[in-house]
Protein backbone atom coordinates (compact mmCIF):
# COMPACT_ATOMS: atom_id res chain seq x y z
CA UNK A 1 0.00 0.00 0.00
CA UNK A 2 1.51 3.00 -0.92
CA UNK A 3 2.53 5.91 1.55
CA UNK A 4 -0.66 8.61 1.93
CA UNK A 5 0.46 12.06 0.42
CA UNK A 6 2.43 14.28 2.50
CA UNK A 7 0.80 17.57 3.28
CA UNK A 8 1.57 20.32 5.09
CA UNK A 9 -0.34 18.85 8.37
CA UNK A 10 2.54 16.15 8.47
CA UNK A 11 5.46 18.77 7.67
CA UNK A 12 4.06 21.56 10.85
CA UNK A 13 3.89 18.49 13.20
CA UNK A 14 6.88 17.13 12.70
CA UNK A 15 8.71 20.80 13.45
CA UNK A 16 6.49 21.81 16.21
CA UNK A 17 7.81 18.00 17.46
CA UNK A 18 10.92 19.18 16.95
CA UNK A 19 10.94 22.43 18.94
CA UNK A 20 9.09 20.55 21.52
CA UNK A 21 11.83 17.33 21.82
CA UNK A 22 14.88 20.32 21.72
CA UNK A 23 13.75 22.05 24.35
CA UNK A 24 12.30 25.61 22.20
CA UNK A 25 8.95 25.46 24.12
CA UNK A 26 8.55 29.07 22.95
CA UNK A 27 8.56 28.75 19.29
CA UNK A 28 6.60 25.41 19.42
CA UNK A 29 3.45 26.74 20.71
CA UNK A 30 3.84 30.18 18.39
CA UNK A 31 3.63 27.57 15.44
CA UNK A 32 0.92 26.02 17.63
CA UNK A 33 -1.05 28.80 17.38
CA UNK A 34 -0.54 29.85 13.96
CA UNK A 35 -0.66 26.08 13.10
CA UNK A 36 -3.57 23.94 14.48
CA UNK A 37 -4.77 24.42 18.39
CA UNK A 38 -4.09 21.04 19.53
CA UNK A 39 -1.42 19.23 16.51
CA UNK A 40 -1.74 15.44 19.51
CA UNK A 41 -5.30 15.17 18.08
CA UNK A 42 -4.19 14.90 14.47
CA UNK A 43 -5.14 11.23 13.24
CA UNK A 44 -1.27 10.15 12.71
CA UNK A 45 0.26 12.20 15.67
CA UNK A 46 0.46 8.46 17.82
CA UNK A 47 2.49 6.80 14.99
CA UNK A 48 5.38 9.44 15.40
CA UNK A 49 8.16 8.44 17.29
CA UNK A 50 10.80 10.60 19.58
CA UNK A 51 13.04 12.61 16.92
CA UNK A 52 11.15 11.75 14.10
CA UNK A 53 12.19 14.88 11.82
CA UNK A 54 15.40 14.36 12.69
CA UNK A 55 15.42 11.19 11.66
CA UNK A 56 13.70 11.61 8.30
CA UNK A 57 16.39 13.94 7.59
CA UNK A 58 18.83 11.93 7.95
CA UNK A 59 17.40 9.52 5.66
CA UNK A 60 16.90 11.46 2.70
CA UNK A 61 20.80 13.27 3.43
CA UNK A 62 21.70 9.37 3.12
CA UNK A 63 19.10 9.37 -0.52
CA UNK A 64 20.51 12.03 -1.55
CA UNK A 65 24.13 11.01 -1.44
CA UNK A 66 23.62 7.91 -3.22
CA UNK A 67 20.92 9.50 -5.98
CA UNK A 68 24.03 11.79 -6.17
CA UNK A 69 26.56 8.70 -6.34
CA UNK A 70 25.23 7.30 -9.57
CA UNK A 71 24.77 8.78 -13.21
CA UNK A 72 21.73 8.92 -15.29
CA UNK A 73 22.63 5.29 -16.50
CA UNK A 74 22.72 3.73 -13.20
CA UNK A 75 26.78 3.70 -13.18
CA UNK A 76 28.64 4.68 -10.28
CA UNK A 77 30.17 8.21 -9.87
CA UNK A 78 32.06 10.02 -7.33
CA UNK A 79 30.72 11.61 -4.79
CA UNK A 80 32.81 15.08 -3.95
CA UNK A 81 32.27 17.40 -1.10
CA UNK A 82 30.98 20.01 -3.51
CA UNK A 83 27.83 17.88 -3.92
CA UNK A 84 27.04 17.77 -0.40
CA UNK A 85 23.42 19.11 -0.07
CA UNK A 86 24.99 21.62 2.61
CA UNK A 87 27.99 22.50 0.78
CA UNK A 88 31.42 21.52 1.26
CA UNK A 89 32.45 24.23 4.07
CA UNK A 90 32.75 22.59 7.73
CA UNK A 91 30.90 23.59 10.28
CA UNK A 92 31.61 24.06 13.97
CA UNK A 93 28.58 24.65 16.06
CA UNK A 94 30.75 25.05 19.04
CA UNK A 95 32.14 28.04 17.01
CA UNK A 96 28.69 29.89 17.22
CA UNK A 97 27.89 32.32 20.15
CA UNK A 98 24.54 33.70 21.41
CA UNK A 99 22.97 36.88 20.31
CA UNK A 100 23.67 38.63 23.22
CA UNK A 101 27.51 37.12 24.12
CA UNK A 102 30.28 39.64 24.00
CA UNK A 103 33.16 39.01 21.93
CA UNK A 104 36.15 37.76 23.41
CA UNK A 105 38.58 40.28 24.44
CA UNK A 106 41.79 40.49 22.80
CA UNK A 107 44.31 38.07 24.85
CA UNK A 108 46.58 40.50 27.10
CA UNK A 109 43.27 43.07 27.86
CA UNK A 110 41.45 43.45 31.07
CA UNK A 111 39.02 41.03 32.16
CA UNK A 112 35.34 42.58 32.45
CA UNK A 113 32.39 41.69 34.21
CA UNK A 114 31.52 37.67 34.02
CA UNK A 115 27.72 37.29 33.25
CA UNK A 116 25.81 35.20 35.53
CA UNK A 117 24.31 33.34 33.26
CA UNK A 118 25.93 31.99 29.76
CA UNK A 119 24.43 29.18 28.06
CA UNK A 120 27.05 27.35 26.14
CA UNK A 121 26.06 25.70 22.64
CA UNK A 122 27.25 22.10 22.26
CA UNK A 123 29.16 20.72 19.61
CA UNK A 124 26.89 18.69 16.84
CA UNK A 125 27.87 16.31 13.96
CA UNK A 126 26.33 17.52 10.56
CA UNK A 127 25.00 15.26 8.61
CA UNK A 128 25.87 16.26 5.05
CA UNK A 129 27.51 12.98 3.67
CA UNK A 130 30.53 13.33 6.23
CA UNK A 131 31.37 15.57 9.53
CA UNK A 132 31.93 19.04 9.79
CA UNK A 133 36.14 18.10 11.20
CA UNK A 134 36.28 16.17 7.57
CA UNK A 135 34.24 17.29 4.94
CA UNK A 136 35.53 14.26 2.26
CA UNK A 137 34.45 11.67 5.20
CA UNK A 138 31.87 8.91 3.65
CA UNK A 139 28.48 9.71 6.07
CA UNK A 140 28.32 5.67 6.77
CA UNK A 141 31.75 6.01 8.58
CA UNK A 142 30.63 7.06 11.23
CA UNK A 143 26.61 6.88 11.89
CA UNK A 144 24.92 9.35 13.65
CA UNK A 145 20.76 8.75 14.33
CA UNK A 146 18.00 10.78 14.45
CA UNK A 147 18.36 10.34 18.81
CA UNK A 148 22.28 11.12 18.85
CA UNK A 149 21.37 14.29 16.77
CA UNK A 150 18.58 15.44 19.19
CA UNK A 151 21.11 14.59 21.89
CA UNK A 152 23.43 17.24 20.76
CA UNK A 153 21.09 19.49 19.61
CA UNK A 154 20.10 20.46 23.38
CA UNK A 155 21.30 23.81 24.70
CA UNK A 156 22.54 23.30 27.97
CA UNK A 157 23.70 26.20 30.88
CA UNK A 158 26.28 26.24 33.61
CA UNK A 159 25.25 25.28 37.11
CA UNK A 160 24.58 28.24 39.24
CA UNK A 161 26.64 28.35 42.57
CA UNK A 162 24.52 26.88 45.23
CA UNK A 163 23.19 28.43 48.29
CA UNK A 164 22.06 25.95 50.73
CA UNK A 165 20.76 28.84 53.28
CA UNK A 166 18.17 30.58 51.04
CA UNK A 167 15.74 29.49 48.64
CA UNK A 168 16.47 29.26 45.06
CA UNK A 169 15.85 32.60 43.28
CA UNK A 170 16.19 32.86 39.41
CA UNK A 171 16.36 36.13 37.47
CA UNK A 172 12.30 35.92 36.93
CA UNK A 173 11.68 36.16 40.52
CA UNK A 174 11.09 32.41 40.60
CA UNK A 175 11.02 30.87 43.94
CA UNK A 176 11.41 27.02 44.15
CA UNK A 177 9.34 25.47 46.56
CA UNK A 178 11.11 22.09 46.20
CA UNK A 179 14.35 21.16 48.01
CA UNK A 180 17.03 23.20 47.10
CA UNK A 181 19.56 21.31 44.59
CA UNK A 182 23.61 21.23 44.86
CA UNK A 183 23.74 20.89 40.76
CA UNK A 184 21.78 21.59 38.34
CA UNK A 185 20.22 18.54 36.28
CA UNK A 186 20.58 19.01 32.30
CA UNK A 187 17.97 20.61 30.55
CA UNK A 188 15.56 17.94 29.11
CA UNK A 189 12.86 18.59 26.46
CA UNK A 190 10.23 20.93 26.45
CA UNK A 191 8.05 17.52 25.70
CA UNK A 192 9.01 16.05 28.88
CA UNK A 193 9.34 18.99 31.60
CA UNK A 194 6.86 21.75 29.93
CA UNK A 195 10.14 24.07 29.98
CA UNK A 196 11.76 26.05 27.34
CA UNK A 197 15.53 26.88 27.11
CA UNK A 198 14.53 30.21 26.65
CA UNK A 199 15.39 30.61 22.65
CA UNK A 200 12.86 33.88 22.62
CA UNK A 201 13.81 36.43 25.65
CA UNK A 202 11.21 38.49 27.16
CA UNK A 203 10.69 41.95 26.14
CA UNK A 204 12.18 44.43 28.16
CA UNK A 205 8.90 46.12 28.50
CA UNK A 206 5.25 44.90 28.58
CA UNK A 207 3.00 45.65 25.35
CA UNK A 208 0.18 47.97 26.37
CA UNK A 209 -2.96 46.55 24.84
CA UNK A 210 -4.40 49.69 26.19
CA UNK A 211 -4.97 51.40 22.82
CA UNK A 212 -6.20 48.85 21.23
CA UNK A 213 -9.25 47.45 23.53
CA UNK A 214 -12.68 47.61 23.03
CA UNK A 215 -14.54 48.99 26.03
CA UNK A 216 -18.04 48.13 26.89
CA UNK A 217 -20.33 49.81 29.00
CA UNK A 218 -22.38 47.54 31.20
CA UNK A 219 -23.75 47.23 34.62
CA UNK A 220 -20.83 46.06 36.96
CA UNK A 221 -20.78 42.59 34.95
CA UNK A 222 -20.23 39.75 37.18
CA UNK A 223 -19.43 37.07 34.97
CA UNK A 224 -18.35 37.64 31.33
CA UNK A 225 -17.83 34.34 28.88
CA UNK A 226 -17.18 34.07 25.51
CA UNK A 227 -19.62 31.95 23.23
CA UNK A 228 -17.49 28.45 22.73
CA UNK A 229 -17.73 28.04 19.07
CA UNK A 230 -18.19 32.18 18.06
CA UNK A 231 -15.74 34.23 19.17
CA UNK A 232 -18.17 37.35 18.29
CA UNK A 233 -20.58 36.82 20.96
CA UNK A 234 -19.85 37.27 24.35
CA UNK A 235 -22.04 36.95 27.42
CA UNK A 236 -22.39 39.31 30.08
CA UNK A 237 -23.63 38.91 33.21
CA UNK A 238 -24.83 40.74 36.50
CA UNK A 239 -26.83 40.24 39.48
CA UNK A 240 -30.12 41.40 37.97
CA UNK A 241 -29.52 41.12 34.31
CA UNK A 242 -27.87 38.75 31.13
CA UNK A 243 -26.79 40.61 27.96
CA UNK A 244 -25.43 39.12 24.59
CA UNK A 245 -22.86 41.29 23.15
CA UNK A 246 -22.43 41.10 18.92
CA UNK A 247 -19.25 42.22 18.30
CA UNK A 248 -17.49 43.51 14.51
CA UNK A 249 -14.89 44.47 12.74
CA UNK A 250 -17.61 46.64 10.60
CA UNK A 251 -19.91 47.83 13.32
CA UNK A 252 -19.88 48.92 16.70
CA UNK A 253 -20.43 46.63 19.39
CA UNK A 254 -24.35 45.85 19.59
CA UNK A 255 -26.18 44.49 22.94
CA UNK A 256 -29.58 42.59 23.18
CA UNK A 257 -30.09 42.64 27.28
CA UNK A 258 -32.10 40.01 26.50
CA UNK A 259 -32.98 39.06 30.52
CA UNK A 260 -33.42 42.13 33.02
CA UNK A 261 -35.34 41.27 36.28
CA UNK A 262 -34.37 44.69 38.01
CA UNK A 263 -37.11 45.81 39.97
CA UNK A 264 -38.77 42.22 39.79
CA UNK A 265 -37.39 40.82 43.61
CA UNK A 266 -35.60 37.93 41.38
CA UNK A 267 -31.85 37.43 40.89
CA UNK A 268 -29.62 35.66 38.59
CA UNK A 269 -27.36 33.17 39.90
CA UNK A 270 -25.94 31.30 37.66
CA UNK A 271 -25.17 31.17 33.46
CA UNK A 272 -23.35 28.46 31.61
CA UNK A 273 -22.56 28.12 27.84
CA UNK A 274 -23.41 24.58 25.99
CA UNK A 275 -20.11 23.33 24.70
CA UNK A 276 -21.47 23.38 20.88
CA UNK A 277 -21.98 27.44 21.49
CA UNK A 278 -25.56 27.09 20.10
CA UNK A 279 -27.79 28.14 23.49
CA UNK A 280 -26.74 28.96 27.09
CA UNK A 281 -28.80 28.46 30.55
CA UNK A 282 -29.81 30.55 32.97
CA UNK A 283 -30.84 30.16 36.71
CA UNK A 284 -32.47 32.41 38.74
CA UNK A 285 -34.37 32.96 41.77
CA UNK A 286 -37.38 34.57 43.79
CA UNK A 287 -37.54 33.94 47.54
CA UNK A 288 -35.15 30.99 47.75
CA UNK A 289 -37.64 29.39 44.72
CA UNK A 290 -34.92 28.25 41.18
CA UNK A 291 -36.05 28.40 37.86
CA UNK A 292 -33.77 27.81 34.49
CA UNK A 293 -34.71 28.66 31.52
CA UNK A 294 -32.30 27.86 28.16
CA UNK A 295 -32.19 30.99 25.79
CA UNK A 296 -30.73 30.77 22.23
CA UNK A 297 -27.83 32.72 20.52
CA UNK A 298 -30.51 35.36 19.97
CA UNK A 299 -31.75 36.01 23.56
CA UNK A 300 -34.90 33.73 22.88
CA UNK A 301 -36.40 31.07 24.93
CA UNK A 302 -36.14 27.94 23.91
CA UNK A 303 -36.71 26.16 26.91
CA UNK A 304 -37.64 26.44 30.68
CA UNK A 305 -36.78 23.27 32.81
CA UNK A 306 -38.47 22.15 36.08
CA UNK A 307 -38.65 24.19 39.01
CA UNK A 308 -36.26 23.65 42.08
CA UNK A 309 -37.20 24.57 45.53
CA UNK A 310 -34.40 26.84 46.31
CA UNK A 311 -31.85 28.37 44.98
CA UNK A 312 -29.86 27.20 42.32
CA UNK A 313 -25.94 28.58 42.84
CA UNK A 314 -24.12 26.88 39.70
CA UNK A 315 -24.75 25.89 36.31
CA UNK A 316 -22.12 22.75 34.46
CA UNK A 317 -22.50 22.25 31.15
CA UNK A 318 -20.63 18.87 30.16
CA UNK A 319 -17.64 20.03 27.65
CA UNK A 320 -18.57 17.74 24.87
CA UNK A 321 -22.11 16.42 25.73
CA UNK A 322 -25.84 17.97 26.33
CA UNK A 323 -25.70 17.01 29.55
CA UNK A 324 -25.86 19.62 32.64
CA UNK A 325 -25.51 19.64 36.13
CA UNK A 326 -27.31 21.47 38.50
CA UNK A 327 -26.49 22.29 41.94
CA UNK A 328 -28.10 23.89 44.35
CA UNK A 329 -26.97 24.24 48.26
CA UNK A 330 -28.01 25.34 51.31
CA UNK A 331 -25.67 25.40 54.53
CA UNK A 332 -26.10 22.19 55.34
CA UNK A 333 -26.60 20.53 52.15
CA UNK A 334 -26.59 20.37 48.85
CA UNK A 335 -28.46 18.40 45.41
CA UNK A 336 -26.55 17.68 42.36
CA UNK A 337 -29.40 17.25 39.63
CA UNK A 338 -28.42 15.86 35.62
CA UNK A 339 -30.33 17.51 33.05
CA UNK A 340 -29.67 15.97 29.65
CA UNK A 341 -31.09 18.52 26.69
CA UNK A 342 -30.81 15.43 24.39
CA UNK A 343 -33.26 13.94 25.92
CA UNK A 344 -35.81 16.75 27.54
CA UNK A 345 -37.19 14.86 30.37
CA UNK A 346 -40.48 16.35 31.90
CA UNK A 347 -39.20 15.70 35.21
CA UNK A 348 -35.30 15.79 36.76
CA UNK A 349 -34.03 11.74 37.51
CA UNK A 350 -33.33 11.37 40.94
CA UNK A 351 -30.57 13.92 42.60
CA UNK A 352 -27.17 13.13 44.05
CA UNK A 353 -27.75 14.60 48.32
CA UNK A 354 -24.52 15.44 49.19
CA UNK A 355 -24.24 16.75 53.62
CA UNK A 356 -22.05 19.40 52.72
CA UNK A 357 -22.16 23.20 51.05
CA UNK A 358 -20.29 22.51 47.83
CA UNK A 359 -18.88 25.53 46.88
CA UNK A 360 -17.19 24.08 43.27
CA UNK A 361 -17.97 21.88 40.79
CA UNK A 362 -16.03 20.76 37.48
CA UNK A 363 -16.49 18.19 34.85
CA UNK A 364 -13.40 15.50 33.94
CA UNK A 365 -14.08 14.23 30.91
CA UNK A 366 -17.28 12.95 29.94
CA UNK A 367 -18.52 10.52 32.99
CA UNK A 368 -16.91 12.37 36.08
CA UNK A 369 -17.79 15.43 37.70
CA UNK A 370 -15.84 16.81 41.14
CA UNK A 371 -17.49 18.68 43.72
CA UNK A 372 -15.62 20.41 46.59
CA UNK A 373 -16.53 21.36 50.36
CA UNK A 374 -15.83 21.60 53.85
CA UNK A 375 -13.52 19.33 54.45
CA UNK A 376 -13.82 16.77 51.46
CA UNK A 377 -13.69 16.72 47.83
CA UNK A 378 -16.24 14.04 46.51
CA UNK A 379 -16.12 12.29 42.83
CA UNK A 380 -19.54 11.85 41.01
CA UNK A 381 -20.10 9.11 38.05
CA UNK A 382 -22.04 10.53 35.58
CA UNK A 383 -24.39 8.35 32.97
CA UNK A 384 -28.36 8.74 32.91
CA UNK A 385 -28.00 10.35 36.67
CA UNK A 386 -25.53 11.38 38.57
CA UNK A 387 -24.19 9.41 41.65
CA UNK A 388 -21.82 9.93 44.22
CA UNK A 389 -18.60 6.77 43.84
CA UNK A 390 -16.09 8.42 46.13
CA UNK A 391 -15.16 10.78 48.89
CA UNK A 392 -11.47 12.11 49.73
CA UNK A 393 -11.52 13.76 53.66
CA UNK A 394 -9.53 16.61 53.81
CA UNK A 395 -6.15 16.50 55.32
CA UNK A 396 -7.67 18.73 58.05
CA UNK A 397 -11.09 17.95 58.75
CA UNK A 398 -11.82 22.07 58.99
CA UNK A 399 -10.78 23.19 55.52
CA UNK A 400 -12.75 24.38 53.65
CA UNK A 401 -12.14 24.10 49.77
CA UNK A 402 -13.48 26.99 47.81
CA UNK A 403 -12.29 26.10 44.13
CA UNK A 404 -11.97 23.18 42.11
CA UNK A 405 -10.71 22.30 38.47
CA UNK A 406 -9.84 18.78 36.83
CA UNK A 407 -8.45 16.93 33.60
CA UNK A 408 -8.65 13.52 32.21
CA UNK A 409 -5.45 11.82 30.82
CA UNK A 410 -6.23 8.73 29.71
CA UNK A 411 -8.06 6.84 32.04
CA UNK A 412 -6.55 8.48 35.09
CA UNK A 413 -8.73 11.49 36.60
CA UNK A 414 -7.27 14.43 38.32
CA UNK A 415 -8.78 17.13 40.44
CA UNK A 416 -7.21 19.84 41.94
CA UNK A 417 -8.68 22.18 44.57
CA UNK A 418 -7.53 25.17 46.46
CA UNK A 419 -8.89 26.81 50.17
CA UNK A 420 -9.37 30.60 50.39
CA UNK A 421 -8.91 30.62 53.70
CA UNK A 422 -5.91 28.43 54.58
CA UNK A 423 -3.98 29.18 51.34
CA UNK A 424 -3.61 25.87 50.61
CA UNK A 425 -3.82 23.75 47.26
CA UNK A 426 -4.40 20.00 47.09
CA UNK A 427 -4.72 17.05 44.94
CA UNK A 428 -6.71 14.85 46.53
CA UNK A 429 -6.85 11.99 43.67
CA UNK A 430 -3.37 11.62 43.95
CA UNK A 431 -2.77 12.56 47.75
CA UNK A 432 -1.02 16.21 47.27
CA UNK A 433 -0.93 18.57 49.63
CA UNK A 434 0.80 22.25 49.06
CA UNK A 435 0.52 23.93 52.55
CA UNK A 436 0.91 27.60 52.42
CA UNK A 437 0.94 28.41 48.94
CA UNK A 438 0.48 31.80 48.84
CA UNK A 439 0.61 34.58 51.80
CA UNK A 440 -2.98 35.98 51.75
CA UNK A 441 -6.37 34.17 50.36
CA UNK A 442 -6.18 32.11 47.13
CA UNK A 443 -8.60 33.85 44.74
CA UNK A 444 -9.16 30.77 42.29
CA UNK A 445 -6.61 28.23 40.41
CA UNK A 446 -6.53 27.06 36.79
CA UNK A 447 -5.03 23.47 34.95
CA UNK A 448 -3.00 24.06 31.91
CA UNK A 449 -4.73 22.65 29.16
CA UNK A 450 -4.55 18.94 28.23
CA UNK A 451 -2.50 20.07 25.02
CA UNK A 452 -0.02 22.05 26.37
CA UNK A 453 0.80 19.48 29.27
CA UNK A 454 3.98 17.96 29.05
CA UNK A 455 3.88 14.12 27.41
CA UNK A 456 6.24 11.11 28.28
CA UNK A 457 5.98 7.65 28.16
CA UNK A 458 5.87 6.97 31.99
CA UNK A 459 5.27 10.02 33.42
CA UNK A 460 2.32 11.81 34.34
CA UNK A 461 2.56 15.41 35.85
CA UNK A 462 0.31 18.69 35.12
CA UNK A 463 0.87 22.61 35.69
CA UNK A 464 -1.66 24.63 37.22
CA UNK A 465 -1.85 28.39 38.60
CA UNK A 466 -3.10 29.87 42.16
CA UNK A 467 -4.51 33.04 42.02
CA UNK A 468 -3.97 35.14 45.34
CA UNK A 469 -4.65 38.66 47.07
CA UNK A 470 -0.87 38.65 48.11
CA UNK A 471 -0.35 40.24 44.72
CA UNK A 472 0.99 36.88 43.13
CA UNK A 473 0.17 34.45 40.86
CA UNK A 474 2.45 30.84 41.66
CA UNK A 475 2.97 28.24 38.55
CA UNK A 476 3.09 25.03 39.69
CA UNK A 477 4.50 21.56 38.53
CA UNK A 478 3.54 18.33 40.00
CA UNK A 479 4.82 14.92 39.05
CA UNK A 480 1.48 12.66 40.16
CA UNK A 481 3.68 9.54 40.11
CA UNK A 482 6.51 10.67 42.80
CA UNK A 483 4.05 13.54 44.24
CA UNK A 484 6.68 15.84 44.14
CA UNK A 485 5.95 19.21 43.38
CA UNK A 486 7.68 22.78 43.26
CA UNK A 487 6.66 26.13 41.97
CA UNK A 488 8.16 27.00 38.90
CA UNK A 489 7.17 30.71 38.23
CA UNK A 490 6.29 33.22 41.27
CA UNK A 491 4.76 36.12 38.96
CA UNK A 492 4.04 39.81 40.69
CA UNK A 493 1.27 42.08 39.72
CA UNK A 494 2.66 44.75 41.93
CA UNK A 495 2.37 46.75 45.14
CA UNK A 496 -1.02 46.48 46.17
CA UNK A 497 -2.18 45.13 42.99
CA UNK A 498 -4.17 41.55 44.32
CA UNK A 499 -4.70 38.91 41.49
CA UNK A 500 -8.44 39.02 41.76
CA UNK A 501 -9.16 36.28 38.68
CA UNK A 502 -6.86 34.73 35.62
CA UNK A 503 -7.00 31.74 33.62
CA UNK A 504 -4.19 30.31 30.86
CA UNK A 505 -5.30 30.68 27.38
CA UNK A 506 -6.75 27.61 25.89
CA UNK A 507 -3.56 26.60 23.91
CA UNK A 508 -1.69 26.87 27.23
CA UNK A 509 0.70 29.49 25.76
CA UNK A 510 -0.65 32.79 28.12
CA UNK A 511 -1.38 33.30 31.60
CA UNK A 512 -3.49 35.95 32.35
CA UNK A 513 -4.67 38.07 35.55
CA UNK A 514 -7.12 40.51 36.49
CA UNK A 515 -6.76 43.04 39.63
CA UNK A 516 -8.93 45.61 40.42
CA UNK A 517 -8.30 48.40 37.08
CA UNK A 518 -5.61 46.17 35.38
CA UNK A 519 -5.10 43.18 33.14
CA UNK A 520 -2.14 41.73 32.82
CA UNK A 521 -0.79 38.87 30.51
CA UNK A 522 2.40 36.57 30.94
CA UNK A 523 4.15 33.84 28.64
CA UNK A 524 3.04 31.03 31.01
CA UNK A 525 6.23 28.95 30.42
CA UNK A 526 8.85 31.17 30.28
CA UNK A 527 7.04 33.70 33.47
CA UNK A 528 9.35 36.68 34.02
CA UNK A 529 7.87 40.12 33.61
CA UNK A 530 4.58 40.31 31.46
CA UNK A 531 4.61 40.06 27.90
CA UNK A 532 1.81 42.62 28.11
CA UNK A 533 -0.92 44.83 30.31
CA UNK A 534 -4.04 46.44 30.31
CA UNK A 535 -5.17 49.33 31.78
CA UNK A 536 -8.89 50.50 32.59
CA UNK A 537 -8.80 54.49 31.72
CA UNK A 538 -10.76 55.02 34.69
CA UNK A 539 -11.68 53.70 37.62
CA UNK A 540 -14.42 51.97 37.91
CA UNK A 541 -16.90 51.74 40.73
CA UNK A 542 -16.89 48.55 43.09
CA UNK A 543 -19.02 46.44 44.77
CA UNK A 544 -18.40 44.06 46.71
CA UNK A 545 -20.26 41.11 47.78
CA UNK A 546 -18.43 38.80 50.70
CA UNK A 547 -20.82 35.97 49.43
CA UNK A 548 -19.68 35.91 45.77
CA UNK A 549 -16.42 34.31 44.81
CA UNK A 550 -14.35 35.04 42.00
CA UNK A 551 -13.65 32.04 40.54
CA UNK A 552 -16.34 29.65 40.99
CA UNK A 553 -19.94 30.46 41.15
CA UNK A 554 -20.91 28.72 44.67
CA UNK A 555 -17.35 29.61 46.70
CA UNK A 556 -17.74 31.73 49.52
CA UNK A 557 -14.58 33.37 49.70
CA UNK A 558 -12.82 37.00 51.49
CA UNK A 559 -14.45 40.15 50.72
CA UNK A 560 -13.08 41.62 47.42
CA UNK A 561 -14.16 43.28 43.59
CA UNK A 562 -15.87 41.35 41.58
CA UNK A 563 -13.89 40.68 38.31
CA UNK A 564 -14.20 38.44 35.00
CA UNK A 565 -11.81 37.37 32.74
CA UNK A 566 -12.15 35.07 29.69
CA UNK A 567 -9.99 33.85 26.71
CA UNK A 568 -12.31 33.54 22.80
CA UNK A 569 -11.56 29.93 21.70
CA UNK A 570 -8.56 30.26 19.86
CA UNK A 571 -6.94 32.53 22.91
CA UNK A 572 -6.26 35.62 20.31
CA UNK A 573 -8.53 38.20 22.94
CA UNK A 574 -9.91 38.26 25.67
CA UNK A 575 -12.48 39.78 27.84
CA UNK A 576 -12.44 41.36 31.40
CA UNK A 577 -14.86 42.79 33.48
CA UNK A 578 -13.51 45.87 35.30
CA UNK A 579 -16.88 46.92 36.90
CA UNK A 580 -19.13 49.34 35.13
CA UNK A 581 -17.31 48.42 31.81
CA UNK A 582 -15.87 45.37 30.31
CA UNK A 583 -12.96 45.53 28.08
CA UNK A 584 -12.17 43.53 24.75
CA UNK A 585 -8.52 42.90 24.47
CA UNK A 586 -6.77 41.75 20.85
CA UNK A 587 -4.55 39.97 22.52
CA UNK A 588 -3.11 39.25 18.78
CA UNK A 589 -1.57 41.88 18.31
Not at 84 to 112: C, H, I, M, Q, R
Not at 553 to 566: E, I, K, T
Amino acid sequence: MAQPDLTSHHVNYLIWRYLQESGHGDAAVSLQRAWYPNPQTLPFARHIKTHALVSLVQKGLQYHELESSIDKDGNPTTFTPERYFFGPEPFDVGSLKPKDEPTPAPAGSPKGPVPEHVEEVATEPVSNGGHAADPAQDSHATETNGDEAMEVDRAESKPSSPQPQAPEVDGDGDVSMGATELEEKPREPTLTTGNSVGVQISPAKAADLSPDAVLLNEEHAISATWCPKDSSLLLATGDTFCSLWKLSAAAEPARNRFLDLKGTGAFVSAVAWDSAGAKLVVASYRQLKGTVAIYNTDGKVMDLLPDMPRVINGLYWAPDSPQLVIVASDERSSELVLWDDGRRPDVYPPSQTIANHLYDVAWCGRNRVFACGKGSVYECEVSDNIRLIKSYPSPQADMQWTYVRSIQDGDTFIAVTASAASSAIWIPTHDILVEGAHQAAITGIDIKPHAALPRQEGNLSISFASFSIDGTIAVWQADLVSKEYKCIHRLRLGASSPAITGSFSPDGYALGAVSRDQVLIWNAERGGDPIATCKAPRVAKVKEDPDRATNGQNGHGPSYPDRALSWDLDGKKLVCGLGEQMAVINFQR
